[in-house]
């Protein structure tokens, strides 16, 4: 556990051991180029972290050169609750605070120490939706509402989102964020006794993040309370930033009302990280956990995974082996650690792997399920069937009738919320769904 940051009396020996914590991440030269130049002192009693540069045009290369790394690491340095101030020598005795900096800033990352602009990577063609979402963090006019951030799983959307909710806080005293996922609103509605009440409270936020809104599908009477949210931020002129592993106009699961909202702001596309990102990430990694990975090996693992969520996995047990083993990597154990973390090949989830799930679980043959027999046991395989394909798939309601043997679409919107009604009333039947959802996606015999 770290110790507490040494008062003004020991402040020699608190630049010293930053130093030492600097050095687990950034090299020798740096540190003299950059660290070794400035006056750092600790006040307990107002927890500020004053850090005074040696002139202006160091100062003015600070802000733009190190500052955000400085500050992470100020924070893992000396805990919650700490501000820096900067200052820098006026021509007189004494010291002036440094305009161009601005008021004291927190060095708390409440979203995360990792996710920061500064590590979020990205090439050319990730420029404009990183340049957009620091534009929208700086908060000083709330000209896209929402901001809607778009890109497949594992292309880095949460990293951005976390990376302005720590921007807002950090350069916002006072601004108060709600961020969660769709789970996390269910949650807790789920757990409230009133609606109202948890309205009332999210409302109150200067700032609303929501990640994966997709998930919505899975949670559909969730989507009035986030058009009643909507409504609340948007009149009161305050910032919402959502992500979506969908554009827009391809969530037709969306309420039109929620859809035709959404539309009201911009939406930006993050792009999966290309190879030399990823060789990039992994660098980064290798050097600041000290994984002790050859150049092949980097080169490796950023060929292999396409994801920064499967490279973070791996990244991951390779760290936790090095820990607790207490011994270099060897190629050996590279190796089974990458075929540990390869995904197990499950069968391509499709209205076809769907409609034989529910036909071996219900004892009949998919050309029953869809044919137009009225049959009560054959109805309810049918809703069934129609219910997964639109949770797990999103397919739209014509496309539905198609699979279903041309069905109209108005015919799959009853059968869909018939079989929704059921397990709103049915215990079983709600058990039931989530046995059959998760035998679709699982590798095997269905």
């Not at 770290?2 to 608190?14: E, F, H, Q, Y």
């Not at 030492?20 to 400035?38: I, K, V």
């Not at 307990?44 to 005074?52: A, G, I, Y």
């Not at 215990?427 to 269905?446: E, H, N, S, V």
Request: with cysteine; charged share 25%; hydrophobic share 40%.
């Amino acid at each position: 556990m770290k110790t507490a940051p040494p008062n003004a009396s020991g402040d020699g020996v608190l630049k010293e051991d930053f130093r030492q914590h600097l050095s687990r991440t950034c090299p020798e030269q740096d540190l003299r180029r950059w660290f070794d130049p400035l006056d750092l002192t600790v006040s307990e009693s107002d927890q500020s972290f004053c850090v005074r540069f040696p002139h202006a045009y160091f100062a003015a290369w600070f802000e733009t050169s190190v500052k955000e790394l400085f500050e992470k690491q100020a924070s893992q340095f000396l805990g919650p609750g700490y501000a820096v101030r900067y200052q820098t020598p006026c021509r007189g005795n004494g010291h002036t605070p440094l305009p161009q900096l601005g008021a004291p800033r927190v060095t708390d990352f409440p979203f995360g120490h990792r996710f920061t602009f500064e590590t979020f990577l990205a090439n050319e063609k990730n420029r404009f939706p990183l340049a957009l979402a620091r534009e929208v963090a700086r908060g000083r006019e709330v000209r896209y509402n929402p901001f809607l951030v778009c890109g497949p799983s594992g292309s880095g959307k949460t990293h951005l989102l976390r990376a302005m909710a720590n921007a807002v806080a950090r350069s916002q005293a006072g601004a108060s964020v709600f961020f969660g996922s769709v789970d996390d609103l269910q949650n807790r509605y789920a757990t409230s006794q009133s609606r109202h009440e948890i309205r009332s409270e999210v409302a109150a936020h200067d700032w609303l993040f929501i990640d994966e809104l997709t998930d919505i599908q899975r949670a559909p009477d969730l989507e009035q309370e986030l058009i009643f949210l909507f409504n609340a931020f948007h009149d009161a002129g305050k910032q919402m930033v959502f992500s979506s592993r969908e554009r827009t106009a391809s969530c037709d699961f969306f309420d039109p009302t929620f859809k035709s909202r959404l539309e009201w702001g911009l939406m930006v596309h993050v792009k999966p990280p290309d190879l030399d990102v990823r060789i990039a990430s992994v660098e980064a990694a290798n050097r600041d956990k000290r994984l002790g990975l050859s150049r092949e090996q980097v080169l490796t693992l950023a060929s292999r995974f396409e994801g920064f969520r499967q490279l973070e996995g791996v990244l991951l047990r390779i760290e936790a082996f090095r820990r607790h083993a207490g011994q270099e990597l060897t190629e050996a154990e590279f190796s089974r650690h990458i075929r540990l973390s390869v995904d197990r090949k499950s069968p391509e989830l499709s209205p076809e792997r769907i409609l034989t799930v529910c036909a071996e679980h219900f004892g009949l043959t998919v050309a029953a399920i869809i044919g137009q027999s009225r049959r009560r046991e054959l109805v309810f395989a049918r809703q069934a069937a129609m219910a997964l394909c639109r949770t797990l798939l999103g397919m739209s309601y014509p496309a539905l009738g198609k699979v279903f043997g041309g069905k109209d679409h108005s015919t799959v919107l009853y059968s869909i919320r018939k079989f929704q009604q059921i397990q709103d009333d049915d215990r079983d039947t709600k058990i039931l769904f989530r046995q059959l959802a998760k035998k679709c996606r699982q590798g095997g015999p269905a």
